[in-house]
């Protein structure tokens, strides 16, 4: 049995509904990637630590 995903959205989603951007979810071992315009479709999934090190990059790349 899986257990339900508990998807996030970053707070800075835009104006209107905020729906403009990804969402992602902490799984077991995993961090899974939708588009918050379509939930219902297909998702990404990456290991954590993978997923992490994008995230240092773009923040590093931003400054």
Do not use: Q, Y
């Amino acid at each position: 049995m899986t257990r339900p995903c508990t998807w996030r959205k970053s707070s800075f989603s835009g104006g209107g509904e905020g729906n403009a951007c990804l969402e992602v979810a902490h799984l077991d071992t995993r961090i899974a990637v939708r588009d918050s315009k379509a939930p219902d479709r297909a998702t990404l999934a990456f290991p954590a630590a993978s997923f992490t090190r994008f995230l240092e990059a773009l923040k590093e790349a931003d400054r």
